[in-house]
């Protein structure tokens, strides 16, 4: 789990052109990492990339942290 924690983390710091220590479970997307509506699309497509997912619309209306990220991903990539 925390292998894919930190995968996601060097992927969000990078698009997000933040330092990693900067990527914390509660830190809002939008509010405090200052994404917006195109980034986060982008970053979803990375991820779902990155870790062979596939998120619903719903599901990704509902991620608002960095940790809400870390549980869907591991949703995923624990069957």
Same mark, same amino acid.
């Given at each position: 789990?925390?292998?894919?924690?930190?995968k996601?983390r060097?992927?969000?710091a990078?698009?997000?052109?933040?330092?990693?220590? *900067?990527? &914390?479970?509660?830190?809002?997307?939008?509010? $405090? !990492?200052?994404?917006?509506?195109?980034?986060?699309?982008?970053?979803?497509m990375?991820l779902e990339?990155?870790?062979?997912?596939?998120?619903?619309? *719903?599901? &990704?209306?509902?991620?608002k942290?960095?940790? $809400? !990220?870390?549980?869907?991903?591991?949703?995923y990539?624990?069957?």
């Amino acid at each position: 789990m925390a292998r894919i924690q930190d995968k996601a983390r060097a992927l969000i710091a990078s698009k997000m052109k933040l330092d990693e220590s *900067e990527v &914390t479970p509660e830190k809002h997307l939008f509010n $405090d !990492l200052g994404a917006d509506s195109l980034d986060f699309v982008e970053l979803s497509m990375l991820l779902e990339r990155e870790f062979n997912v596939k998120f619903s619309e *719903e599901e &990704t209306a509902n991620v608002k942290t960095v940790g $809400d !990220l870390y549980h869907l991903i591991e949703k995923y990539t624990k069957k």
